[in-house]
């Protein structure tokens, strides 16, 4: 079991720039995937980013590519989003979550993770 907590979401105006974190706790988080979600009112959780356990590769959503990076420090089991030049299209409940899959095809998916956080609100008022 792996339990995630997400951090760092809050209000910020168009073009600002926010970082989250998602603290693992429970099994050692080295041997998990991570990927950020995220969902807006009225609409499905879509994929952002994704890292593999070693951090040598990563994955975007074209919406973000360019300006949402992730990343993760395996020795503190924690997993970054660092988002700049933020929209107002941004706006969503953020999600963290781990995968224990090896396969990047399954990175894209909701349903290629096995843990879930809770969120975090990010707002970008423009």
């Known amino acids: 079991q792996v339990q995630l907590v997400e951090s760092g979401g809050g209000l910020v105006q168009a073009g600002g720039s926010l970082r989250l974190s998602c603290a693992a706790s429970g099994r050692t988080f080295s041997n998990y995937a991570a990927g950020w979600f995220r969902q807006a009112p009225g609409k499905e959780r879509e994929f952002v980013a994704a890292?593999?356990?070693?951090?040598?590769?990563?994955y975007y959503a074209d919406s973000v590519k360019g300006r949402f990076t992730i990343s993760r420090d395996n020795a503190k089991s924690t997993v970054y989003l660092q988002m700049n030049s933020l929209k107002p299209e941004d706006t969503a409940v953020y999600y963290c979550a781990a995968s224990t899959s090896e396969y990047s095809g399954n990175y894209y998916h909701t349903a290629g993770y096995n843990y879930w956080g809770q969120g975090t609100q990010v707002t970008v008022s423009s």
């Open positions: 890292i593999r356990r070693s951090g040598d590769n990563t």
